[in-house]
């Protein structure tokens, strides 16, 4: 088989149909796509069911960004020794920067109506888009885990406020309670009973989970002023930092964990965006919802934090532990079930829709959305979701890091073919189909696969890996470290165009070797 260089054209296929307002669906009356590479799931959203307005983008992203990672995120730059000012400011800026991506890869999801594996077949090649996918799908693993332990803690600490020491003071298994195990397994089995009912029902949640989440945050804010005397001990925490060469040393890797957080959704993006009424829909509801809503909850946390520091002498990160320090039972009912509708919003939509996609692009005809789903909850608790957050700097630092550095050469490479390379055009009914112009050799492009593993390398060789391992892989690389998600992204751009763009001809079935 010809390797397939991807052609300047539009939609040649008769069996696709676009529309005025520059949406493409299969043309009506066609039979949709069969095959190995395709299933209900996968296939395009016919225009009719693109449904999600700007209001849906926008409580999709309160909901998401108003979590208890979230919240950790910011606090957790407390903890290492930031200001309120340095913090929000380190994190504002992630959003913006980490927006812009999220956006041109969104653009394929209203225009095409396909996910983010389907997506990822015109670059990496039919076969090919298995190799993002299943690394975001593991990562998405990996976060899943780490909010069904937040969650597990919330009903935890709210059973042992209830029930009293009988729940608390219990053997210990691995290190924690048996209850504290408990805990976690019922909220995992919450998450799939919402999961298996589909995407609707996720949209739903997600609808009435925003307001209720930030309502509760600022609960939270008002309880501390009060413990505090006052929002003055909240904002006159110092920095331990100062604006000097120390805070800066530690501005930048902050900086890219941070990009990191919502590196993942700059990826699969389109596997809400394929829902949506227009593209004017998904940029103005992506636009208003994630940079401002992050900002804000920024905002909240690291006040909170300050002022635990003030109260109890020591900066608390974790708000689970610090709603469970309230003496007041309605309180702490109130904090603890805000806690959980808010893991399970963004758990739900951020950690469990995209693997179920991705893992089913792995084997259509046998894994499903909801099978993919059950995949990633048994996968979430084999990565041991309790190591990771055991420490804000392992949290932040080296599991953000690395996330970041390895989803940031996959975003290079979506962008530059979409929207330089084929400039928005794709072949709807090839994205299915091998042998077509997204087959280039066996399935696969090498072009991409190169520049991912390039860009892979020089981004988190040169990481600290611990606590998970001890040392640097590629210890020569270690000044790069710091700027992970920003070097992966520019050195896979770069090379994937300097391997593309010189041998393409502007033809309909253009091909090289």
Known sequence: MTDTAPADIPPSSATSAGRPDGRVELAPGTPPPTGPYANDDLLPVPVARRTWTTYNFSALWVGMAHNTASWTLASGLIAVGMDWKQAVFTIALANLIVLVPMLLTGHAGPKYGIPFPVFARASFGIRGANLPAVVRALVACGWFGIQTWIGGEAIYF???????NGWTSTAEFGGHPWTMWLSFALFWALQVAIILRGMETVRRFENWAAPFVLVGAFVMLWWMTDRAGGLGPLFGQPSELGWGADFWALFWPSLMGMIGFWSTLALNIPDFTRYGKSQKAQTRGQALGLPTTMTLFA??????TSGSQAVYGEPIWDPVQLAA???SPVGLLFALVTVLVATLSVNIAANLVSPAFDFSNVAPRKVGFRAGALITCVLAVLIAPWKLYADPQGYIFTWLGLVGGLLGTV???LVADY?????????????????GRYWYRAGWNWRAVLAF???GVLAVGGADFHPLVDGRPVPFLEPLADYGWAVGLGTSMLLYLALTLPGRRDSPVSTHA
């Not at 709210?158 to 009293?164: D, F, H, R, V, Y």
């Not at 905002?299 to 909170?304: D, P, R, T, Y």
């Open 299 to 304: 905002f909240l946390s690291v006040l909170v």
């Open 453 to 455: 593993l390039t860009g």
């Open 325 to 327: 320090k309230t003496d």
């Open 419 to 435: 929207w330089i390379v084929r400039r928005t055009r794709l072949d709807l009914v090839d994205l299915y189909r091998a042998g």
């Open 158 to 164: 709210l059973a042992g406020k209830l029930i009293g």
């Open 411 to 413: 975003a290079g490479i």
